[in-house]
């Protein structure tokens, strides 16, 4: 594990979701579905986002800026540094014949690094709206739906082999269609190393922590005991979404949010 004060090259909106661009430094890629741990500023804990772009120099991160962690990141200038380890877990495995990439809402973080790798095979994205859909020009080969309509009820009857990321109502719907299907799994991950036991999942009858025996895992399962941290009780709104869809902000992710990220883009001394 190494960890690494890394240089901001570049912040911008796609859509809902914030891409931040940082210099490599030493830390290397890693296989894509591995994930990296980033100090937010001002926050006690890091937060694990998935390698999004993998350019010469490079590592880029793709996330939905929806909590104090996330936003603070998003927030995040040209010039300014941040630290990071990685890369932690277990990621896609590559030696795949007939690859089909299936994505849901911020799910397709990994996409761009893994189509990358994989050498553009097709893809098959969902996202709520249009806007959230802007993100699907990060990956080519893409087919996109939109709410109503979920990346499971387009799947193909004979898909190959699936490598899927989404909110985990798809992943279940997947591993149930596509058993064999390689699902990059979410949980609350406090450390990355397998310390706090808080990101741990059944899998198969018994429990693994997807730190470390993920977050990439084949098999059904069932999502993680501390889900509630990551999407909190439930309410008539979207907290955890459906097959394509990614999950609803939380209520203080409000417009002024972003408009305080974008002016802090234009005006670093804020």
Known sequence: MQREPLRVVANELIGPYALVRLERGPLKAG???????????????????????????????????????????????????????????????????????????????????????????????????????????????????????????????????????????????????????QLAREAPMACGYGACYGCVVPVNGSYKRLCIEGPVVRGETHGSPTSPLLHGAPTQDRTSAPAGLSPAPPADASVADDEEIRRRRQDPLR
């Not at 050498?119 to 699907?136: I, K, N, Q, Y």
Request: aromatic share 8%; hydrophobic share 50%; with cysteine.
């Open 31 to 181: 296989t894509p579905g591995q994930f990296f741990m980033l100090e937010a500023p001002g926050r006690v804990l890091p937060r694990a986002f998935s390698l999004s772009l993998a350019p010469a120099g490079e590592l880029g991160f793709l996330f939905e800026p929806v909590g104090p962690g996330s936003r603070a990141i998003a927030a995040l200038t040209p010039g300014e540094a941040i630290h990071v380890a990685g890369p932690f877990g277990n990621g896609f495995d590559l030696t795949v014949e007939r690859p089909l990439l299936v994505g849901g809402g911020i799910g397709v973080a990994p996409f761009p690094y893994l189509s990358e790798r994989l050498a553009a095979p097709p893809a098959l994205l969902g996202f709520r709206s249009a806007a959230h859909a802007e993100v699907a020009a990060l990956i080519p080969n893409a087919e996109v739906v939109l709410d109503p309509t979920f990346v499971t009820d387009v799947l193909p009857d004979d898909p190959g082999d699936v490598l899927a990321c989404g909110p985990e109502p798809m992943l279940d719907t997947v591993a149930r269609l596509v058993p064999d299907a």
